[in-house]
């Protein structure tokens, strides 16, 4: 099918940090080499969440030339390059594609004040949207700008605070978007990112910028880069581009995607009805359907995939796996410190495998249930199926003979009874499906993979290297970009299980009990979350 020199890049850029992995083209994708590189996270008062874009730019160009290095494989045998990338990230650019401020992600909840005036007001409401143009957005777009975290608040938070700054906007692009124009010297944005501005207009037939939505909400239509699709060519790579990554000038860059187009993509999810959980820094539950789907209530809505005709049906969650970064940092030091002691110095700060070690072997020494105690997973605010960043994480019903195994325990149980959550919300619009993938780095435990089978009551599938389904997706776009894969939905092929893991029947009763506990932490808490946090946010 392909050649040995059919080599892709694919940059993965999450919030932590930039994996950049090279792939061989084959029966199946082949892993040639991967090299990484950390960032840190800019937060702020009042819910900010800022990046670097100088970081991300600056991680991708180091871990490019460190793979071609590690691998030996010449930048003339790189094909083709795309990018998988966080969404729902603001970034304001001028017309040499340097951004204008720190790039504000999907995390940044600052613009309460702005979704405040421009959706929340009128008599007339429905979950607190001014009822008149929740429907415009309904009708156009399929979904709303229904958070604070939305691009379309961010874009009137820079307007309102930072005028200076605005006034020089060339482009709004999302985070992808933004590395393809440093590479291309091209501002463009896929349809996924696009869909996710909600001034997009992705009705069947007229996918374009809506002209009525920038007119009610206040958009400057020429802010608004060209479409591009996720395997279509946004350029070559300039000269300059070229020999800060170390590859060869015109090496074709394509559209790519954000994370959840990618990793749906990644976790060999490519037919109608395939459902994946995704645990990653964040996380989510998502499944491929046909048609535009919205669950306003529960903050459940479909974009556009990277399949023309498909749609992604997602609900997200802020923080996921980064519960476990808490874990490691707050938790399990004193375990590291004797499993070390026991293994050799082996530097888990560095190196991510042997914390899951670590956890195979201590977390699954704690019962199933964790000894009835309930950790909430929600670190940074909660958004589906309960949009609230007021909300926040805590462990519920700890008692004497609680131990540390047993909290550790109880926060990837946590994770997974939110997955349950929303996939039980997203079922009521889908068929329920038997089997799930299972990606994203915290898909890499097995003790997870279990729990997550044990919840959730379902069979759970784990692809090879699950903690690279976004570089794995974006291989596949520029394979089918090159012509090496006739379409996207196909290319699923060339993601095989790995390993099944079925739900255990004896812990039904357990996890049943404490997931009906569960979904009832939130509600009896919200207001006591707004009490703390929201006075925090105007001190």
């Known amino acids: 099918m392909a050649h040995t020199d059919n080599y892709v890049l694919s940059c993965d850029i999450g919030t932590t940090g930039c994996k950049t992995v090279l792939y061989r083209i084959g029966d199946v994708l082949e892993n040639a080499g991967a090299a ?13 969440a800022e990046q670097r874009g100088d970081d991300w730019w600056d991680a991708v160009c180091g871990t490019t030339r460190r793979v071609l290095d590690k691998t030996g494989v010449s930048p003339h ?82 307007k309102d605070n930072e005028p200076e700054l605005f006034r020089n906007i060339y482009k709004w692009l999302d985070v992808k978007d933004y590395l393809n124009m440093r590479c291309t010297g091209r501002a463009t944005m896929t349809p996924d990112s696009a869909n996710i501005t909600f001034v997009y207009d992705t009705r069947p037939g ?37 020999a800060q990554l170390g590859l060869q000038p015109g090496t074709p860059v394509f559209g790519g995607g954000g994370d959840t187009t990618c990793i749906t993509l990644g976790a060999g ?18 499944t491929n359907t046909d048609k535009r789907m919205v669950d306003v209530a529960h903050m459940i809505a479909s974009i556009l995939g990277a399949m023309p005709g498909r749609y992604n049906f997602v609900g997200e969650q802020d923080t996921s796996g980064v519960c476990l970064q808490w874990v490691k940092d ?23 495998a042997h914390l899951y070690e670590l956890l195979n072997s201590t977390v699954a020494q704690a019962p199933p249930g964790a ?39 109880a926060v990837l149980e946590g994770v997974a009874y939110h997955k349950r959550w929303i996939l039980e919300f997203i079922e009521k619009r889908v068929p329920r499906q038997h089997t799930l993938r299972f990606v994203g780095g915290g898909a890499k435990s097995e003790v997870w993979r279990q729990i997550m089978a044990d919840v959730t009551g379902r069979t759970i599938q ?16 520029s394979a089918v970009g090159l012509g090496l894969i006739p379409d996207l939905e196909r290319a699923g ?16 009763a357990v996890y049943d009990k404490q997931y009906a506990v569960f979904k009832q932490l939130y509600g009896a808490n919200k207001r006591f979350f707004k009490t703390l946090n929201a006075a925090q946010e105007n001190e």
């Open 36 to 48: 990484q590189a950390g960032y840190p996270l800019l937060l702020m008062d009042g819910g900010g």
């Open 77 to 158: 045998a790189v094909r083709g390059m795309s990018f998988c990338c966080q969404m729902q990230g603001f970034i304001a650019v001028d017309v040499q594609g340097r951004a204008l401020r720190n790039p504000m992600i999907y995390m940044d909840g600052r613009s309460t004040a702005q979704i405040g005036r421009h959706l929340q007001r009128g008599l007339l409401k429905v979950e607190g949207m001014n009822l008149f143009k929740l429907l415009h957005f309904l009708r156009v777009t399929g979904g709303g700008a229904a958070t604070a975290k939305d691009p379309l608040w961010k874009y009137h938070w820079m």
């Open 206 to 242: 007229r996918t374009e910028w809506s002209r009525s939505l920038c007119r009610a909400f206040g958009v400057t239509m020429a802010h608004l880069p060209d479409i591009v699709q996720s395997a279509e060519p946004v350029g070559g790579l300039t000269d300059d581009a070229a």
């Open 269 to 286: 999810c490519t037919g109608l009805n395939d459902t994946h959980i995704y645990v990653g820094t964040s996380g989510w539950v998502l």
């Open 330 to 352: 707050h938790l399990a030091l004193d375990e590291i410190g004797v499993y070390l002691k026991e293994h050799g110095s082996r530097d888990i700060e560095e190196d991510t």
């Open 371 to 409: 000894g009835g105690v309930i950790f909430t997973p929600w670190l940074h605010g909660n958004r589906a199926p309960a949009e609230d960043p007021y909300a926040r994480a805590m462990f519920f019903n700890v008692g004497l003979n609680t131990g540390k195994r047993m909290l550790v325990r």
């Open 462 to 477: 784990a692809v090879e290297n699950p903690q690279d389904a976004g570089a794995m997706g974006a291989a596949l776009i």
């Open 493 to 508: 092929a060339l993601i095989p299980v790995h390993k099944t893991y079925a739900p255990d029947p004896a812990n039904r």
